[in-house]
């Protein structure tokens, strides 16, 4: 017969090997790199890449720009509307605010890109003209997204 105490401790080891087990089940399960493009049509070229392992998601901003292109102060520019990443609509709260780079020649402007349950989006507050076809959007995020059950 084993003693309440002993009961106890082999609970408790038995609940740090499944959690561990469950650590190393999130970890290897990873899915590939989803590349998204821009729903904007204005800013052609670029898109929205993301790496998922479990709920957490990581996002960045890849491609280039097809054409020259003037961004419009005030105007919202979304590089990823939610509809195209369906985890994305679970986001709760807040917007979560990065930074993005935009890379045209030797010119760099940084503005700021927000995530929420809408999509990726971001409003220059000034007018940017001259950003030349193949410029860069840059940016990179880790979101952390619960499902619904």
């Given at each position: 017969?084993?003693?309440?105490?002993?009961?106890?401790?082999?609970?408790?080891?038995?609940?740090?090997i499944?959690n561990?087990?469950?650590?190393?089940?999130?970890?290897?399960?990873?899915?590939?790199?989803?590349?998204?493009?821009c729903?904007t049509s204005?800013?052609g070229?670029?898109s929205?890449?993301?790496?998922?392992?479990?709920n957490?998601?990581?996002?960045?901003?890849?491609?280039?720009?097809?054409?020259?292109?003037?961004?419009?102060?005030?105007?919202?520019?979304?590089l990823l509307?939610?509809s195209?990443?369906?985890?994305?609509?679970?986001?709760?709260?807040?917007?979560?605010?990065?930074?993005?780079?935009?890379?045209s020649?030797?010119?760099?402007?940084?503005?700021?890109?927000?995530?929420?349950?809408?999509?990726?989006?971001?409003?220059?507050?000034q007018?940017?003209?001259?950003?030349?076809?193949?410029?860069?959007?840059?940016f990179?995020?880790?979101l952390?997204?619960?499902?619904?059950?």
């Amino acid at each position: 017969m084993i003693s309440y105490a002993s009961y106890e401790w082999v609970k408790e080891k038995l609940k740090e090997i499944w959690n561990k087990i469950d650590k190393l089940d999130i970890a290897t399960t990873v899915s590939d790199v989803t590349t998204l493009p821009c729903p904007t049509s204005a800013l052609g070229g670029l898109s929205v890449s993301v790496i998922s392992i479990g709920n957490q998601f990581n996002f960045f901003g890849s491609g280039h720009l097809n054409n020259a292109v003037s961004l419009n102060n005030g105007t919202t520019y979304k590089l990823l509307d939610a509809s195209q990443f369906e985890p994305l609509k679970s986001y709760v709260g807040d917007p979560t605010a990065t930074t993005m780079w935009i890379t045209s020649g030797t010119t760099a402007y940084s503005l700021p890109l927000f995530f929420d349950s809408s999509g990726v989006y971001f409003t220059p507050h000034q007018q940017i003209t001259g950003i030349g076809s193949n410029s860069t959007f840059s940016f990179t995020q880790l979101l952390i997204l619960a499902e619904d059950d």
